[in-house]
């Protein structure tokens, strides 16, 4: 079912509007064991009479929202794709707040790399244990990198005085982005530097374990910080582009009470649509030809490609 919704780009966008649908926030434990086990019974052929294509897809959309796709295990609610909006949007806002001190610049990068960083370990690819450990250094890495970059970005802007007051306002609300994007990056790799030492297993087409790469870990390391590259561009330029214009109408000059509610739904806005596209460009089980992994990979199988869990 999923293999054939991950071949085109409108299909992996299709498929992961159901992934980050908040509604699956409040599945019960319950439905979610009804789910799996339809799911289960259809691969086995033992579905009882009368269950619909409606009723598969559902459950589908369920699994694959809650649980992670190499172990089983539910993912933490705030962590999975479907909690990413509901639970990054107030960061996002304290990101883009005007007129940011050191203090608020550190505390708001350092909040938003802590969440991205349990977000991209709890999707990353998990098919080799991961020790605490590599966990920590990840992630004290990653919001050290991150809090340097968007410090030293707010410096270089203080200390530019040709800029009017006026400008320097509107560089420091674009300063999150090459902040964010430079950082995801370094968070990405940090948090699943242990796909690259271990290798992960590549699958063939029927399915059957072929071995453990480390050229694909590091063709999913690359894509997955693509996306965390392309992903903050909405959330982070098209606000501050949007308020600039809403802060010069009569209603919020005369209302300046309603700018952090109002910057708060443009946030949510660019959220909402920057996810979907973003985690879409590449399928979350990738394809790779064998002839480009290790040699000892190529000779046991004879399927032509492999199959592996990107991550999200």
């Known amino acids: 079912m999923r293999r054939e919704m991950e071949t085109s780009f409108y299909g992996r966008f299709r498929h992961f509007l159901d992934i980050i649908d908040p509604r699956t926030l ?11 086990q339809l799911l289960e019974d259809y691969k086995h052929g033992t579905l009882r009479p009368g269950v619909t294509n409606e009723q598969l897809w559902s459950a589908q959309k369920i699994k694959q929202a809650i649980l992670h796709p190499d172990t089983n ?13 509901p639970f990054g949007t107030p960061i996002v806002v304290g ?9 608020s610049t550190v505390f708001w990068q350092w909040l938003n790399q802590s969440h991205n960083a349990c977000v991209n370990y709890a999707n990353r690819n998990a098919t080799k244990p991961s020790p605490a450990s590599k ?10 990198s991150a809090v340097s970059i968007a410090v030293g970005l707010n410096v270089l802007v203080q200390k530019a005085n040709k800029f009017t007051p006026a400008t320097r306002l509107l560089v420091q609300r674009f300063v999150p982005f090459p902040a964010v ?16 030492e271990e290798g992960i297993d590549v699958l063939d087409t029927d399915g059957n374990l072929v071995g453990s790469s480390k050229i694909a870990a590091r063709h999913a390391l690359l894509e997955t910080a693509l996306t965390r590259v392309v992903l903050p561009m909405p959330i982070l330029v098209l606000p501050p582009i949007v308020m600039s214009m809403l802060e010069k109408t009569a209603l919020l000059q005369a209302r300046p009470r309603l700018l952090l509610p109002v910057q708060s739904l443009v946030c949510l806005a660019a959220f909402g649509l920057a996810l979907p596209l973003a985690i879409s460009l590449f399928p979350q089980m990738s394809e790779i030809e064998t002839s480009q992994l290790e040699p000892e990979i190529a000779q046991a199988t004879s399927s032509r490609t492999v199959v592996y869990n990107k991550g999200l």
């Open 181 to 196: 994007a430079s950082a995801n990056i370094c968070n990405v790799v940090l948090m699943r530097y242990g796909e690259l």
């Open 73 to 85: 295990e539910k993912i933490f609610m705030p962590f999975r794709m479907s909690g990413y909006i």
């Open 135 to 144: 966990f920590i250094q990840g992630y004290l890495g990653a919001v050290i």
């Open 95 to 103: 990101l883009l707040l005007p007129n940011q001190t050191l203090a």
């Open 26 to 36: 409040f599945v019960t434990e319950r439905r979610l064991r009804e789910a799996v």
